[in-house]
């Protein structure tokens, strides 16, 4: 009797100890080995944002994040995997496993921090608001409210400038591009978005659009993104991002993708 409460007792010891080391996450694997295990890094991007993401003439994805994200995936060598879509699907497709890995001129701030790890920043920007040439209603900050403002949905434009206006109508489009066009045929009064690109859009539309210099944003800076608490995967990230920031690369490739003829 003594002996089988003995052996009871020990049961329910090593019952308890294989409870805990998988509710602790014990068995489960890190997503850096999972990369590794199945050689590939799913980068998730969306291919509207020249010129960190775009698409060629051959519906490659290119840019300064594509080239970033092919040396991630090279040092760990494995193979790059694209997923593009919306920008504003990419934090649920991180959450749920769809992607590794957000590469997405992607803003770091406290909203996503809640949800994701940041790597460390490769290039800072800034909002900047366009309007057509010779509109001459927005001068200032104050003279956004109430204005029909273009975003692309779930953007820092959208989210931390657009959506603060007081009175202002935000109309939300699938990239900036889309709503530059609408502020070129007259349906919006303005757009906020990120400077690069939307310079880039500028270049193109031949002085048709035209930055107002009298409003400017506080300063934002990219990094990539991965799932909270992935550590292993985010110092590699890290590694190769601070390496290609030090060796003067990433200013490259800004230089090579940023030709909007
Ligand atoms: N930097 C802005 C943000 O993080 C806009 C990024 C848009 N990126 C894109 N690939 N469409 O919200």
């Not at 010779?134 to 953007?155: A, C, R, Y």
């Not at 995967?233 to 990433?250: F, P, S």
Request: charged share 30%.
């Amino acid at each position: 009797m003594k002996h089988g409460k003995k052996v009871l007792a020990l049961l329910v010891c090593v019952a308890m100890t294989a409870v805990l080391a998988v509710g602790c996450g014990g068995s489960s694997k890190s997503a850096l080995d999972e990369i590794k295990e199945k050689g590939q890094l799913v980068w998730g991007t969306n291919a509207q944002f020249p010129p960190f993401e775009s698409k060629d003439g051959s519906g490659n994805v290119v840019g300064v994040d594509a080239d970033i994200a092919k040396a991630i995936a090279d040092d760990l060598g494995v193979e790059l995997v694209v997923e593009d879509m919306e920008f504003d699907s990419l934090p649920a497709a991180l959450k749920s496993g769809k992607i590794d890995i957000i590469g997405a001129g992607y803003t770091e701030n406290e909203e996503r921090l809640q949800e994701m790890d940041f790597s460390n920043k490769y290039f800072t920007a800034e909002q900047i608001v366009v309007v057509k040439a010779g509109n001459t209603s927005i001068t200032d900050k104050e003279s956004l409210k109430g204005k029909k403002i273009g975003v692309q949905t779930g953007t820092t434009g959208d989210l931390e400038c657009a959506s603060k206006i007081e009175g202002a109508e935000v109309n939300r489009y699938d990239s900036m591009q889309l709503a530059c066009e609408d502020v070129k045929n007259g349906k919006l009064d303005c757009v906020i978005g990120d400077n690069l690109t939307i310079g880039f859009i500028l270049n193109k539309m031949n002085g048709e659009l035209v930055k107002v210099e009298g409003i400017s944003y506080d300063s934002e800076e990219y990094g990539f993104a991965v799932v909270k608490g992935e550590t292993e995967l985010l110092d590699e990230v890290n590694k190769v991002i601070d390496e290609l920031v030090q060796n003067g690369e990433i200013d490259k490739m800004v230089d090579k993708y940023n030709v909007g003829e």
